[in-house]
């Protein structure tokens, strides 16, 4: 699997996760939501840099 293979796969893997976890939401109070979006967005922002990565080692 080449690189753009794996940044693809990775970006679905966490797109997948992402929305099960927002579905997740509707069970929790809504007290509990906050510290599920830092979750997520720490999650992202670091697929989000291993991305960039390896678009700019790609080149």
Known sequence: MDPSEQAEAMAEQTLGATRERL???DALPTHEHVAVFDA???ELSG???VLGQ???SSR
Request: charged share 10%; hydrophobic share 40%.
């Open 54 to 56: 390896s678009n700019q």
């Open 23 to 25: 579905a997740d939401l």
């Open 47 to 49: 697929v989000l840099g």
């Open 40 to 42: 997520l967005q720490q």
